[in-house]
């Protein structure tokens, strides 16, 4: 089974430009999270989505950060403009139903995004 | 607002000896709480997750227990490996609200 692929994994740009994060679940996964982690933090979820619909967006900073996921299985998140506070791991996970119960979330490699 | 503590931040053992890691949370009101370990420069690693309904769950060196009214939950990993080097990290959902600890950096001196 393929696990989450996220896309880049590494990306440096300057303060006030733009940059998306490329995310595909588990297939057959129906909820995907997009988290942010600052170093020696632990990730911070900023929307959850169960199929095509937001669940949970409280902690999305909406006036420069937006995330879709369209027909419900690939999601970018997209942050426009960047500031130097945005410098993070952004985490993306995905979780169905499962063997051990439901919920339990799996996570890709993440994309490093340094802004400068 | 939960919030979700893990203590120590860092921890060094020699390998070989059995290890417990913490993790405490101030809203018992939970759906689960899942266990990860994160490599350096790496995603997260599902390790355990346990449901509400449960008090512990093991799977190989690893065993986790849930004790919800007391707002706690413990790892316990048994004859440590410097292969088990890395940060553990717990997360608590709740209310469709998932909070993650601080993580625990754990380093095993071989």
């Known amino acids: 089974e393929a696990g989450v692929a996220q896309s880049p994994r590494y990306k440096i740009i300057e303060k006030r430009q733009s940059v998306a994060f490329w995310c595909n679940p588990i297939s057959g996964h129906a909820t995907l999270y997009w988290y942010q982690q600052i170093l020696g933090q632990g990730p911070k979820l900023l929307i959850q989505f169960q199929n095509n619909g937001v669940v949970d967006d409280s902690q999305l900073p909406k006036d420069r950060f937006s995330a879709e996921r369209l027909k419900g299985v690939d999601s970018t998140l997209k942050i426009q403009p960047a500031k130097l506070e945005d410098s993070a791991v952004y985490l993306c996970?995905?979780?169905?139903?499962?063997?051990?119960?439901?919920?339990?979330?799996?996570f890709g490699p993440g994309t490093r995004l340094t802004v400068t | 607002k939960q919030e979700v503590t893990q203590i120590p931040a860092a921890l060094s053992v020699p390998e070989g000896e059995n290890l417990v890691l913490n993790c405490s949370f101030t809203d018992s009101a939970i759906y689960n709480l899942q266990w990860f370990r994160q490599d350096p420069g790496k995603g997260l690693t599902s390790l355990l997750l346990?449901?509400?309904?449960?008090r512990e769950q093991t799977s190989g060196r690893l065993n986790a227990s849930l004790d919800k009214s007391s707002g706690r939950s413990t790892l316990y990993i048994a004859a440590s490996q410097p292969g088990d080097s890395a940060t553990y990290l717990c997360?608590?959902?709740?209310?469709?609200?998932?909070?993650f600890g601080k993580g625990t950096r754990l380093h095993i001196l071989p």
């Open positions: 997360a608590v959902r709740g209310d469709d609200k998932i909070i």
């Open positions: 346990i449901q509400s309904s449960q």
């Open positions: 996970a995905s979780s169905g139903l499962g063997d051990r119960g439901g919920y339990e979330q799996y």
